[in-house]
């Protein structure tokens, strides 16, 4: 009964799979960002969405000092990073912001709803196909729960106030802690690590990379699966740990002619990239002393 069970809901979805493939590849369902999904589309994925997030942020734990706060420095970060799509009190988000599908949500909504965990879950990985990038490994731990802790105030704190903190923040700025307090620095490199910093500063969009889902007709940089047995980097530098951690923080202080954009890599997860590069070209510069895999 159970195997006939089972073979029925395998042959359902697949029925639903290859329905729902006939239905967007027929040109049925409107891609375009200018319409909304279907109502009953847009409420499932909510769904879904809120259910995963609300079981995955329980694994992020609340730092026992944490509280909503509306601070110069915390409007310093959050003006850096979420103004563009989110807006703020009395501010809009920018002009490119108003076209994306699905807007970016008023987060003073967010602050009323959701609890600290699932704030901090939003923005340490992300959310696929909706616009939010994941800041693991591209800002501080610190920092990302100031800006969750500025979430949480949105909802008491008035335009006005606000105001009043954007034109105190700016000195704020050079007091911040930088990305390098997001995981532990080894002197060696952490190759899995590395892999996940690549995918989160976006090495993909030009490069094709083993172990990383990519495009696989990329023309803009060479692939990468080489890249740590090669005799030189850039073909100006001999291939070295070190050359390759420099390279990668700062491609065009190595190359000036060079189309490498510099991403704000800092040093200890640039050794991660390294390390990546060198474990899946089999060279072995980075197998010594590797950290343990962080699991988030």
């Known amino acids: 009964m159970r195997q006939t069970l089972r073979i029925m809901l395998v042959s359902l979805g697949s029925l639903a799979a290859a329905g729902v493939l006939a239905f967007v590849a027929g040109g049925f369902y409107d891609i375009t960002a200018i319409k909304q999904h279907p109502a009953w589309v847009f409420h499932a994925i909510g769904i879904g969405r809120d259910t995963l997030v609300a079981l995955q942020a329980d694994a992020d734990e609340v730092p026992e000092d944490f509280a909503p706060v509306a601070d110069a420095r915390n409007v310093a970060l959050y003006r850096k990073h979420c103004t563009q799509c989110h807006g703020a009190p009395g501010v809009a988000p920018e002009e490119f912001a108003l076209g994306m599908m699905p807007v970016p949500s008023n987060l003073v909504a967010a602050g009323r709803e959701r609890p600290p965990e699932e704030i901090y879950w939003f923005i340490r990985y992300g959310l696929k196909m909706s616009g939010m990038p994941a800041w693991s490994m591209r800002m501080s731990e610190a920092d990302m729960w100031r800006i969750t802790a500025l979430v949480e105030a949105f909802p008491t704190l008035s335009p006005e106030a606000y105001a009043e903190l954007v034109e105190a923040g700016p000195q704020q700025l050079d007091s911040m802690t930088s990305v390098a307090e997001a995981g532990p620095f080894t002197p060696f490199g952490n190759p899995e690590r590395g892999r996940k910093a690549m995918q989160v500063h976006a090495c993909p969009q030009c490069h094709m990379i083993e172990g990383i889902v990519g495009r696989s ?61 060198y474990a899946i070209a089999g060279t072995g510069h980075a197998s010594v002393g590797a950290a343990p895999v962080d699991p988030r």
């Open 217 to 277: 007709d990329l023309h803009v940089g060479p692939p990468l699966d080489d890249a740590g047995a090669r005799k030189y980097i850039a073909g100006v530098v001999p291939n070295t740990p070190e050359n390759m951690i420099r390279w990668i923080m700062h491609p065009q202080e190595v190359d000036p002619l060079s189309a490498m954009p510099d991403l704000g890599v800092s040093e200890g997860i640039a050794r991660d990239m390294a390390a990546y590069l």
